[in-house]
């Protein structure tokens, strides 16, 4: 059994920045797989991020270039960095690993 607990939504202004952690307890090896995805009200799930099983890391388009996702082995913790947010990012931000989701954690974006 794998839990994944997320924190550091919040409301920001247009322009700001936030930073998620999503940390993971059980039975977990590596944090490679691990990603974050977020969904709206209204629209579906999306991908936003992820660390590949190589460790490589990969973006939706929408955000590249304003959010990085790294993550620390060591506390079993992946982080998504979010900078120059926009009103559209706002959404419930979830993170995941194969079949396990966290709750989510809420972001807001004022204009």
């Known amino acids: 059994q794998v839990q994944l607990v997320e924190s550091g939504g919040g409301l920001v202004q247009a322009g700001g920045s936030l930073r998620l952690s999503c940390v993971a307890s059980?039975?977990?090896?590596?944090?490679?797989?691990m990603g974050w995805f977020r969904q709206a009200p209204g629209k579906q799930r999306e991908f936003v991020a992820g660390i590949t099983r190589g460790g490589s890391t990969n973006y939706a388009d929408s955000v590249k270039g304003r959010f990085t996702i790294s993550g620390d082995n060591s506390k079993n913790t992946v982080y998504l960095q979010m900078n120059s947010l926009k009103p559209e990012d706002t959404a419930l931000y979830y993170c995941?690993?194969?079949?396990?989701w966290g709750q989510g954690t809420q972001v807001t974006v004022s204009s």
């Open positions: 995941a690993w194969y079949d396990y």
């Open positions: 059980g039975r977990i090896l590596s944090i490679n797989g």
